[in-house]
C-alpha cells in the first residue's frame, strides 16, 4: 500500500510527513521524512515540485472500505499537525514582544490599537476554526493563552513608551495569514479557479486585515492594492499598492511577493509623468499593465515596457462617482472573462454601464447598460461576466445589493452582506487568479473570500 502525504510547511518549504496506518488508526509521525530512517519509505518530487512521501504498507492493513474516513482523520490530524507549527511560532512572537520590553531604543512607532484589534481577529479566528472542527484538542487552549499573554504584554509595552512593534506585527501578519488560509481550506473548499459553473456570489468571507499602507500613513485614505487579474510568467506573486491623501494617483509600488509588501519593500516605484496622473483610484494590474482612470478616460501602464498609454471614452462622465469618494468615474474590472471598465455617463442618467475592454486594441469592444445609480453604489467589481455592486449598511456593514448578468442581460436585487473593518473604501477588487475579493478600505489593507453558489 502506497500513501503519499504532503504538508506545505508555514516558512515555504515542503516537508513530507510520514503516515502509519497501524490497526484502523492513522498516525502522523511530526518530523521531517529525512529523520524517519526506514527502508519502507521513500521520497520523491512531484510534478510541480512538491514533496511526496511513499509509505508502504502491506495490503492487509489497509482495508479499502475504510479509505474515506481515514483521509478524513488525516485531514484533521494535517491541520492540527499545522497548528501545532504556528503555535510555536506564536509563542516564539511573545517571547520576542516580552524581550523588546527590556530593548525600548530598537523600536520607532507602534500602532498599539491596530495589534490589539487582529489579536482580537486572531482569537476570533482560532474560534471559528475549533468550532468547525469540533475539536477538544488542547492545542485550541494553548493558542489562547498564547494570544492572551501576547495582549498583556502589548498593553504593558504601551504603558511603557511609543515604540515600535513593527518586526513583530509583520511576523503577526504572516502568521495570522496562515491561520485565515487554515480556516478557509476548511470552510470555503477548495475554490475551484476559473471555472464559472455556478450561479453566482453566495458568500463572503470575514475580512482579512494585512496592515495599514506602506506608507504607514493612515491619512492615506484614497489608494487601492491587490495582485495581478493575469500574471505572466515570473510575477504570479507580485503584489501593488498605490495610495494619497486625496484621490489623484502620482505612484505606484510592485512588491515582487507577500512578505516584500509586509515588509514595505518594493522592487519598482512608477511615478507617473504630469501628463499621465491617475484622477481616481479603482485601477487593477491585469497582464502585467496597470489600468488606470486619467480625466474621464482610461489609462494603461505596460509594466513590461513601462510606457503609457491613453484612450478617452467617449460617453463616460465624471459627475457620478461612486458614495465613498470623489473622482471615481471609471472603474477598472477584472474577471474570469477579461478586462471590464465600469462607468457612468450623461445619456444613462448615472446609470452604470458595463463596458468590455478589448486587450489588444485597448478600446471597448461591448457595452451593456445596469438600472443601478453610480452615485448609490459603495463600490463595484465583476466575476464571471456579473457585474456586482455594494452599499453601506452601517458603519461595519457592507451588502451586494445588485447584480448585472452580461451574459443574460438580467439584473437582480440581492443582499450579501459582509463585514468591515473601517467605514469607508475607495478600491475593491475581485481577482479570479485566487478568487479574493481586495479592498482599500481607509487605508488599509483587507481582502476576502469569495464563495460561489454551486448548487
Ligand atoms: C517493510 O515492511 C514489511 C511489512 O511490515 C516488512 O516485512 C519488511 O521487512 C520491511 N522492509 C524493510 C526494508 O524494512
Ligand atoms: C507569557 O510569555 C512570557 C514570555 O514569553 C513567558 O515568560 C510567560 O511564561 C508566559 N505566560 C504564560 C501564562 O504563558
Ligand atoms: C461535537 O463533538 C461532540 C463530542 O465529541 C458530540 O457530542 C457533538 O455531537 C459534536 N457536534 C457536532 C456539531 O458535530
Ligand atoms: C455544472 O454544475 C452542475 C451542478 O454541480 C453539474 O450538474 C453540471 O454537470 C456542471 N456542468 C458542467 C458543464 O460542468
Ligand atoms: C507590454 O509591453 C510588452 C513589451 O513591449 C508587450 O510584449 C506586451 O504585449 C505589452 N502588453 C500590453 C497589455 O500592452
Known sequence: MVLNLLLKHPDGHFLCFTVLLICFKCIILFQPLEDWDSGNVTTSVGESGQCLCHVFLPDTSFPADR?????????????????????????DLNVRVAMLETSPDKYIKLDFELLRIELREFEALVTQLRESLNSSSPIFDSLYTEIRNMTLIVNQLETYDKSNLDVIRIEFAKLQ?????????????????????HT????????????LNAHLNSGYQYGGWGKDSKPIRGYESM????????????????????????????????????????TGNNYIVHGNSIYYQHD?????????????????????????SYSYSPNQNLDFAADENGLWVLYASDESRGKMIIAKVDEKSF??????????????????????GIMYATRPVDLNTEEIFYAFDTKTG?????????????????NLDYNPMDQKLYMYNNGYYVSYNVRFNRG
Open 67 to 91: 479509505v474515506e474516513h481515514m483521509q478524513q482523520v488525516s485531514k484533521d490530524m494535517i491541520l492540527e499537525a499545522k497548528l501545532n507549527v504556528y503555535l510555536k511560532e506564536l509563542s
Open 177 to 197: 495569514k496562515k491561520l485565515k488560509d487554515c480556516q478557509e481550506d476548511q470552510e470555503f473548499i477548495q475554490p475551484d479557479i476559473g471555472n464559472c459553473n
Open 200 to 211: 453566482g456570489i453566495l458568500k463572503i468571507s470575514k475580512p482579512m486585515v494585512v496592515q
Open 239 to 278: 503584489y501593488y499598492y498605490g495610495g494619497y491623501s486625496g484621490a489623484h494617483v502620482y505612484d505606484f509600488y510592485l512588491y515582487s511577493n507577500y512578505d516584500k509588501l509586509i515588509l514595505r519593500s518594493e522592487f519598482k516605484r512608477h511615478h507617473i509623468p504630469s501628463a499621465y496622473v491617475g
Open 296 to 320: 474621464v478616460g482610461m489609462c494603461k501602464l505596460n509594466l513590461t515596457s513601462s510606457r503609457y498609454d491613453f484612450r478617452a471614452v467617449s460617453d463616460a462622465s465624471g459627475s457620478f
Open 363 to 384: 478600446g471597448i469592444e461591448d457595452k451593456w447598460n445596469t438600472g443601478v445609480y453610480k452615485q448609490l453604489v459603495g463600490n463595484a467589481f465583476m466575476a464571471c
Open 410 to 426: 438580467e439584473e437582480k436585487q440581492l443582499s450579501i452582506t459582509f463585514p468591515k473593518f473601517q467605514e469607508r473604501y475607495t
